[in-house]
């Protein structure tokens, strides 16, 4: 089992007594050849500070969008999103960006680390867009907290799977962030690193107090949550 250390959690204290995260009758549609789809229907959910929510559902059911959503990467047909005590779906792009740098990391099921650097240079990345001089200190005792201080130097290709997808963690909790949104973080895992990474997940939540979203279809890992919604052809069930 990973284990981490214990960080400072201020930058989460001004959100112990609210929600983190208020959906309110989110609806997405989107234009297509055979005319309007409907990817969400009037999906309503709140999430409080330090909740693990888990979000599950077949392939289709609108998860991933869902996600996207809330984290403000996307924007609905209607409805609303307050994320962090904002109100975040009346934003422009760059207005939800500035929500999002601090406060917000992501992990992906592909891990999105960027091939030609280092292991140690994807978790400085965005440290370094904050201007933080502290960047490469940060990051390498993130590395050392995954437990890969020796992969410092190690391109993307010269990881294993599970590697990738804590290298891809670490970077995204070397900013501290309020609430971790995670779509399919195990889906190309092995069953080994599958293991691994549900109880990094876990340890981050009850080590950081960090709420976290995550998109699966491993119940496994989704049954370990505190919270677990079931989307079907874009309703919650």
């Known amino acids: 089992m990973i284990t981490i250390s214990k960080m400072a959690t201020d930058n989460h204290e001004r959100f112990v007594k609210e929600s983190i995260l208020e959906v309110q009758n989110i609806s997405k549609e989107v234009n297509s050849p055979e005319g309007v789809l409907t990817i969400l229907k009037d999906v309503s959910l709140t999430i409080n500070p330090g909740d693990v929510t888990s979000i599950v559902g077949p392939s289709g059911s609108g998860k991933t969008t869902l996600l996207a959503i809330m984290a403000g990467l996307d924007l609905p047909t209607t409805g609303t999103i307050n994320l962090l005590g904002e109100e975040i779906t009346s934003m422009n792009e760059d207005r939800r960006a500035q929500v999002r740098s601090k406060n917000v990391g992501f992990v992906f099921q592909s891990f999105h680390l960027l091939p030609r650097l280092s292991a140690l240079d994807n978790i400085m990345l965005p440290l370094e867009i904050l201007g933080d001089k502290q960047a490469r200190e940060k990051s390498m005792n993130a590395l050392s907290q995954m437990g890969l201080e020796k992969r410092a130097l190690h391109l993307p290709n010269q990881l294993s799977g599970g590697e990738k997808q804590r290298v891809a963690i670490a970077r995204a909790m070397v900013k501290e962030p309020t609430i971790l949104f995670a779509d399919e973080p195990t889906g190309n895992l092995d069953k080994n690193s ?24 491993d ?17 919650l069930v």
């Open 194 to 217: 599958t293991g691994k990474i549900s109880n990094l997940l876990l340890d981050i939540n009850r080590s950081f107090g960090t709420t976290i979203v995550i998109v699966t279809h």
């Open 219 to 235: 119940l496994a890992l989704a049954e370990k949550g505190k919270t677990m919604h079931e989307l079907n052809e874009g309703e």
